[in-house]
C-alpha cells in the first residue's frame, strides 16, 4: 500500500528497531510508496512511511533492492555532496563514501556477491522489463526473506 510521507523530525530521528517476519508487510508497503514516487525518490527508509523499522530499499535502475535489518561493515572515500529528501525540503549537505559494504539478513544460496561483468553495453539495450512480473518475483522474494527471519 502506497503510504504518506512522513515529515516529523522528532520521529525521524528516533532510533528503529530490528525487523521481524512480523513487518514483511512493511517490506510491500516501501516497495509500492517507492515505485509511487520514482520521479524524485531513489530509496527510502521505513521511518518516512511511519515505521521505526530497520528496513530500507532503494532503486538500482531495472530493479528495488531491499535491505532488512542492514548493518554497514566498511566504508571508504568519504565525498561531501547536497541531495534532497522526500521527508525534508530542500537540499542538505551530507557526506557519503565512494566504497560501501552493507551486511543485510542472510544471502539467498547462489546470490552473486561480486561481478566484473561488463555491464555499459547495457545502456544501449532497448530493455523494457515487464513490471506486472518484476513485481511479483519481488514480493516472492519477500517472502523468501520471511523464511529466513528469526
Known amino acids: 500500500m502506497i503510504r504518506p510521507i512522513v515529515k516529523d523530525v522528532v520521529f525521524l530521528g528516533e532510533k ?10 512493511v517490506v510491500e508497503d ?16 521505513a521511518n518516512m512511511i511511519g515505521y521505526k523499522k530497520r528496513i530500507i530499499i532503494y532503486n538500482a535502475g531495472l530493479m528495488n533492492i531491499v535491505m532488512v535489518n542492514p548493518v554497514i561493515t566498511s566504508k571508504s572515500k568519504a565525498y561531501q555532496t547536497e541531495e534532497g529528501c522526500l521527508s525534508h525540503s530542500g537540499k542538505r549537505s551530507v557526506t557519503r563514501y565512494e566504497n560501501i559494504e552493507v551486511k543485510y539478513l542472510d544471502e539467498r544460496p547462489g546470490d552473486i556477491k561480486h561481478s566484473l561483468a561488463d555491464t555499459s553495453k547495457l545502456k544501449e539495450i532497448d530493455f523494457k ?18 523464511t529466513q527471519m528469526e
Open 16 to 25: 528503529s528497531e530490528i525487523a521481524t517476519k512480523a513487518d514483511l508487510s
Open 129 to 146: 522489463p515487464d513490471e506486472d512480473k518484476f513485481e511479483e518475483q519481488l514480493r516472492e522474494t519477500v517472502k523468501w526473506f520471511s
Open 30 to 45: 516501501l516497495i509500492d510508496t517507492l515505485r509511487a514516487n520514482l520521479d524524485g525518490c531513489v530509496g527510502m527508509a
